[in-house]
């Protein structure tokens, strides 16, 4: 054999070298991780798919987390099950809970500071549009992210299952006039006051309807119907 053939030979036979120096079960785990993008993965679903044994898949989810190639995240709906996800991916809304969730608990102090500055602008403003209330709430420059007009409906939505305050349709009459007939608008609940515009309907806000967390539900999840406060509360309305 000459040492051409030789030196092929060899060539062929060397083993390929991992680029993060990781054995074949790292590899195989961070792939099925990874795959999973921002939704994570419970770590029985790792071991599903990998085929790997509980002591090798602990052994290697243990390497993969000191070398930082993944974390361990909180999925709001399954709090109980270890969850992992890829370094490189942020929680989706579903997995986290999105701007009112810190480390899959809800932040109550950020709604309930929100929810004062709510009612402060409609105390002020009498009758305030969505807008009206988005744009007053950024100006007050409370919260380090950028506040939505979609998260903006969440706390209002809240509120008025809290009876907090109702939602009403303007008619374009008395302190309405600004407001173009038909619109929906918040202000406080007062018999005197709602006479002025038309209140909306029960079943018109339906919590289920209005709830931020509906794709979420589901009759056995811990987000479900049966464990639900607003429905339990819209179900003993007299209509």
């Not at 083993?15 to 790292?26: K, N, R, T």
């Not at 950020?110 to 744009?135: D, F, G, P, S, Y």
Request: charged share 25%; hydrophobic share 35%.
């Amino acid at each position: 054999m000459s040492r051409s053939l030789e030196t092929s030979s060899l060539k062929r036979k060397r083993p390929e070298v991992d680029p993060l120096g990781l054995v074949d079960a790292e590899r195989a785990i961070l792939n099925a991780i990874r795959s999973k993008k921002d939704l994570g993965i419970w770590v029985r679903d790792i071991k599903h798919e990998t085929k790997l044994t509980d002591h090798v898949v602990n052994k290697s989810l243990k390497s993969l987390l000191t070398r930082k190639l993944i974390k361990e995240v909180v999925n709001i709906q399954y709090k109980g099950k270890k969850h992992y996800m890829a370094v490189e991916f942020e929680p989706s809304k579903e997995i986290s809970g999105g701007v009112w969730y810190v480390d899959g608990n809800l932040d109550k102090e950020l709604i309930n500071v929100l929810k004062q500055l709510c009612l402060r602008c409609i105390r002020v403003q009498k009758v305030a549009t969505i807008e009206r209330v988005h744009e007053d709430l950024k100006k007050q420059r409370v919260v380090t992210f950028e506040i939505s007009i979609q998260q903006v409906s969440e706390i209002l939505n809240s509120m008025v299952l809290d009876n907090e305050i109702i939602e009403v349709k303007s008619t374009g009459l008395g302190e309405y006039y600004s407001i173009p007939i038909g619109t929906s608008c918040y202000r406080f609940d007062s018999g005197a006051l709602v006479a002025k515009g038309s209140k909306v309907g029960a079943f018109a806000s339906i919590p289920c309807g209005a709830c931020p967390r509906i794709s979420l539900c589901t009759p056995d999840g811990i987000i479900s119907p049966s464990t639900c406060v607003y429905y339990t509360k819209w179900l003993n309305i007299d209509f």
